[in-house]
């Protein structure tokens, strides 16, 4: 099969959705949440906050947990989807085997730490379609 360069880019991008949905069906997802920051940051700068969030979270939890996460830096300025203005960075994530979390204590944690918004939804049956 011949593929045009935006054939092939949304083959590809299918395939890593595909992945990633089967990666995710293996895991005992209880959270996923989105993370914004409320000034501007390196990428450096966010991996270091959100390792400083999640250290806590596995204090207040005390063990490990596990996480998914990934980077979103790709929404323009200008650019409204959903009648959503642009967003710099920000991150997109799951929390693996985490029933007992508190979410109004991550949350807050993710506040106090001068972040600007954790939204967290409960997931307690988190299905693919």
């Known amino acids: 099969m011949i593929y045009t360069s935006t054939e092939q880019r949304n083959h590809k991008n299918q395939q890593l959705v595909n992945g990633y949905t089967e990666l995710l069906k293996q895991q005992d997802v209880t959270h996923y949440f989105t993370l914004t920051f409320g000034k501007p940051i390196s990428s450096v700068g966010a991996r270091a906050k959100y390792s ?41 994530g799951v929390l693996i085997a985490a029933p007992n979390l508190n979410i109004p204590q991550s949350r807050a944690l993710w506040q106090e730490m001068r972040m600007f918004r ?12």
């Open 52 to 92: 400083e969030w999640i250290d806590c979270l596995e204090w207040f939890q005390r063990r490990p947990l596990g996480w998914l996460r990934a980077e979103e830096t790709k929404r323009w300025p200008g650019a409204h989807i959903d009648s959503h203005p642009a967003i710099p960075l920000h991150y997109h």
């Open 118 to 129: 954790l939204l967290i939804p409960l997931a307690v049956q988190f299905r693919i379609a």
